[in-house]
């Protein structure tokens, strides 16, 4: 049955679940019907003119050439470059000018990335936007308030709650890292859980190249093998060891998706004054030339495997040392990078909901409030991070996800840009009411009051009086209580029998095939 189709629902549970829906779409909040991936209907907000790019793209070219970079303990990756041109001396690849770029000519500048419900698909690229979850961390905020940890059980509550929120696209990747599984054994879970516990489309293990392989046996199973290989159903992100090296676990896992032509996410990880320069023009061009090397080694791969051109960019505090988030050099990297990766042509992925916060605080609030909607305006097409973030990405918060999954919702409002029709224009509610009068009875107000703004379900707008008659409650505890809520509701979408059967049979078969490991 599918999900919301419980056994022995009747006429009136069937029409319960309707309103419940429709009031979830009117407020934002949830679970309810799935927003669509975003189309944006707004311009992107752009940092640099045409000789700001230039003298970026320059740079770069100059780094490739002159100083180069590092593909490490990768016989075969370097075997190729020298193939396609380049100067291999040791593990160090020089570029001749122009060079990644012809390659890049191969890789689609928009495609589709599928789940294994058709109708949760979403395309990366052009004038879309994706929210995917927070991505990473080893500890978890949880619902009674400790930090711990992260178990399976989370994982799996993530992937959930990713699902059930209306505005998150994709239920992500590696949410939190579940450490009660041995390392070399936990991708099997996290890849299942993905695949049982929501039907949007998700990311696969990166960690070791034969992880990467049993992401693609397992989508398989899902897809079929000829639909794998020649469609994307799964995004994978691939991070520089910044400054100027891709390592062996890092290769090897791009390679694995290349050739099975699926999704391989090119991103830098940038900590500004400590992995690049500390300025932002020095900063985009080393992002630019670390994205151009990486993103082109997929086309050696598989010509036409989609790339995206990615970067995480924060800044460090020159006291501590301590990432920082929400400050204005990093959004304007992140707006600079989106500009660049629009003339290379392949889709863009950057920011996400950040903050350096240990709690759901102000702070917490006012970093990612920054982050988010410079993601949006940016132009981003995959957006990893957009919801769960906490402390700096150590922490995969229940609270803040929800929080998060509220903000997203208003991102897609305004992604909608402004409304130019007919009943949009207003012109007969503003005969009607004239001047001195009020808007709140008129037949206008009245047919559109439902849809005409976006209606937070965890902001408090009511009286002082109300709220102190409700608990005086605070935004973290609204949060804490709807979570609650979303997970006691959760009910799993279809999956085959026989394909569940077969993932379960696969994950067993290949966890007895080694000894656990811990490290």
């Known amino acids: 049955m599918a999900a919301g189709q419980g056994e022995g629902g009747g006429r009136r549970s069937r029409e319960g679940r309707g309103a419940a829906a429709r009031r979830a779409s009117r407020t934002g909040g949830g679970p309810g019907p799935s927003l ?25 070219d100059l780094i490739l050439e002159e100083i180069g970079i590092e593909f490490r303990e990768d016989p075969e990756a370097l075997q190729l470059w020298r ?26 500048s928009s495609f589709t990335w599928h789940a294994r419900n058709p109708e949760r ?32 059980e989370d994982f799996r509550n993530f992937v959930k709650l990713a699902y059930m929120a ?41 960690t070791a190249p034969e992880r990467a392989e049993d992401t693609i046996a397992m989508a398989k199973l899902v897809f079929g093998d000829e639909f794998v290989e020649n469609n994307c159903v799964t995004l994978n992100l691939i991070n520089a060891n910044s400054p100027m090296v891709f390592d062996e676990t890092m290769v090897g ?25 500390v300025t932002v ?41 301590a990432p920082t988030f ?41 970093e990612s409030a920054n982050t988010i909607n410079m993601t949006l305006l940016a132009g981003t097409n995959f957006v990893l991070h957009a919801a769960g973030w906490l402390e700096g990405g150590l922490v995969s918060s229940y609270e803040k996800f929800m929080i998060d999954q509220d903000q997203l919702g208003m991102m897609q409002k305004l992604a909608e840009g402004v409304d130019l029709s007919e009943n949009a224009q207003a012109l007969d509610a503003i005969r009607e009411v004239g001047p001195g009068s009020h808007y709140l009875g008129c037949a206008h107000t009245q047919a559109n009051f439902q849809t005409a703004f976006y209606r937070s379900p965890l902001a408090d707008n009511n009286s002082f009086e109300q709220w102190e008659i409700e608990g005086q409650k605070r935004i973290e ?43």
């Open 121 to 152: 698909n979403v395309q990366i690229g052009g004038k879309a936007t994706v929210f995917a979850p927070v991505y990473g961390p080893p500890f978890v905020r949880d619902l009674e308030g400790n930090r711990r940890y992260a178990t399976i």
């Open 281 to 321: 023009a020095g900063t985009l061009t080393q992002i630019l030339a670390e994205v151009l090397a990486g993103a082109a080694f997929t086309q050696l791969i598989r010509k036409g495997a989609p790339v995206l051109f990615g970067t995480f960019a924060a800044s460090i505090s020159m006291q501590s040392g």
């Open 326 to 366: 929400g400050s204005p050099e990093p959004s304007l990297v992140s707006y600079g990078a989106a500009q660049l990766a629009r003339r290379l042509g392949i889709p863009f992925r950057t920011g996400g909901s950040l903050c350096g916060s240990k709690v759901p605080d102000a702070q917490a609030a006012h």
């Open 36 to 60: 669509p991936y975003i189309t944006r209907k707004i311009k992107e907000y752009e940092v640099l003119d045409e000789d700001g790019l230039a003298l970026i793209e320059a740079n770069a």
């Open 83 to 108: 193939e396609a041109g380049a100067d291999v001396r040791g593990e160090r690849v020089h570029f001749p000018k122009g060079l990644c770029r012809e390659l890049l000519k191969t890789a689609p």
């Open 253 to 277: 896992a791009l390679k694995v998706y290349a050739r099975h032509n699926q999704a391989c996410v090119v991103s830098p990880f940038i900590l500004s004054g400590a992995m690049s320069p």
């Open 166 to 206: 209306p505005s998150i696209h994709s239920s992500g990747g590696t949410v939190c890292e579940p450490v009660d599984v041995p390392v070399n054994k936990r991708h099997l879970d996290m890849v299942y859980s993905h695949i049982k516990y929501s039907d949007k489309p998700f990311m696969g293990s990166v």
């Open 477 to 519: 505890e609204r949060a804490n209580a709807l979570c609650r809520t979303w997970l006691e509701s959760f009910e799993a979408p279809y999956l085959d029998p026989a394909i569940d059967d077969a993932l379960l049979a696969y994950v067993a078969n290949r966890k007895n095939s080694m000894p656990d490991a811990f490290t």
